[in-house]
């Protein structure tokens, strides 16, 4: 198996939310949910530290993430903000919850603020195991990850991007829905005034924008006139989808702008993003096979002419979960499972390596700080 680099999960937003604990198994988790609302709202959970480590996903970009209350969509609303004075404090104590759980269980998570970092996480995971007899998820090597803001009506005034920054933010990602900076999912529209000011102060300190939820409009600026990197953490490929409706997939124009600008594009194992047609609660998990996140990867790379531009942004526990995703997954750790199929396709191991972690983990190392 080869490392894996997952560039979307809501792990904060689903803790505080839920009280989910990431430490246990997702097996262990759906145990506790049974009957539980949060099953309702957010289905059955697929994300554990013991699946990480069955799995080899080695880092996780680890989201700050709350909806504004017109797009609320449960009873609970523990992580939905009215003012943005509210989306501040909801995002600050995410942030501060990531810093509790790398103080808390230091040899789990750490976080990954800088190269250095991201060397020692790494370092780790390639040790060779000192006891080969011992069960993989027993093994235990760190989760390393990587704060991205998803949406950011957190961000009052650009002055506050300082105090993100030091307390590890490293991606920011302008919309979820539409936001005062950008035209989002659901509510289109191009970048605002005051979106054009974020991105410029953005770049001041390279924090990467993902593209991610932006409509095209707003994106489409954004890779002209952004100064840092660019990538799409979580978003698959309209052009499959073409019954599709929704501004929520990149089209091939944004999948060319985010190559040409040495970008990567996570692909998202959700049926209803994977195939046309298929709508929560109403298919049969049968319907949909690992194949189809291949064919989203596949298309990127054949964009590209190459495999250095796709990756994997599983958005798993984010507002979805195991009914939900292909029906050879049971976990995170099935993603693995993806190899032999773009083996089939062609892609050597090198270019596995690529997909799974190794176009996240060049990115990381060449924009991260040192």
């Known amino acids: 198996m080869t490392l894996i680099v997952d560039a979307h999960e809501d792990i904060a937003w689903n803790m505080l939310k839920y009280g989910r604990d990431y430490t246990r198994p997702a097996h262990e988790t759906r145990q506790l949910e049974v009957g539980s609302q949060t099953v309702v709202d957010n289905e059955d959970s697929t994300l554990g ?50 810093h509790r759980m790398v103080d808390a269980a230091p040899d789990k998570f750490r976080l990954i603020t800088s190269i250095p970092d991201l ?8 040790e060779k195991h000192l006891h080969p007899e011992i069960p993989v998820p027993e093994q235990g090597h760190p989760i390393g990850m990587v704060v991205l803001m998803e949406g950011s009506e957190c961000i009052r005034d650009l002055s506050e991007l300082e105090e993100w920054y030091e307390l590890g933010v490293r991606l920011i990602g302008p ?34 924008l993902d593209l991610s939820h932006m409509d095209e409009k707003a994106a489409v600026e954004a890779l002209d006139i952004y100064r840092g990197p660019i990538v799409g953490t979580h978003g698959n490929c309209l052009s499959l989808l073409p019954k599709s409706n929704s501004n929520r997939h990149f089209s091939d124009r944004i999948l ?27 298919n049969k998990r049968v319907e949909v096979s690992l194949g189809y996140v291949a064919d989203h990867i596949d298309h990127i790379c054949q964009i590209a002419g190459d495999a250095l531009h796709a990756g994997i942004g599983s958005d798993l526990d984010g507002g979805f979960g195991l009914q939900s995703i292909p029906s050879e997954m049971d976990t995170v750790a099935d993603l693995q499972k993806l190899s032999p ?6 892609y050597s191991e090198a270019d596995i390596s690529s997909i799974f972690g190794d176009n996240w983990l060049t990115r990381l190392k060449r924009d991260l700080p040192k």
């Open 341 to 346: 199929l773009l083996q089939a396709r062609g």
């Open 175 to 208: 919309a979820w829905v539409g936001t005062r900076y950008s035209g989002g999912w659901r509510e289109p529209g191009s970048l605002t005034n005051d979106g054009r000011k974020l991105l410029s102060a953005m770049a001041d300190y390279n924090f990467t």
């Open 49 to 98: 530290w013991p699946d990480y480590q069955r799995g080899q996903v080695a880092v996780i970009f680890s989201t700050l993430f709350a909806a504004p209350v017109r797009w609320s969509t449960s009873g609970s609303n523990s992580q939905v903000y009215r003012t943005f004075d509210e989306a501040h404090d909801l995002y600050r104590q995410q942030l501060l919850t990531y």
């Open 256 to 282: 060319e702008g985010i190559i040409e600008r040495d970008g990567v594009v996570g692909v998202v194992p959700y049926n209803s993003y994977l195939k046309d047609g298929w709508v929560v609660g109403q």
């Open 119 to 126: 060397d020692l996480v790494l370092e780790h995971w390639q």
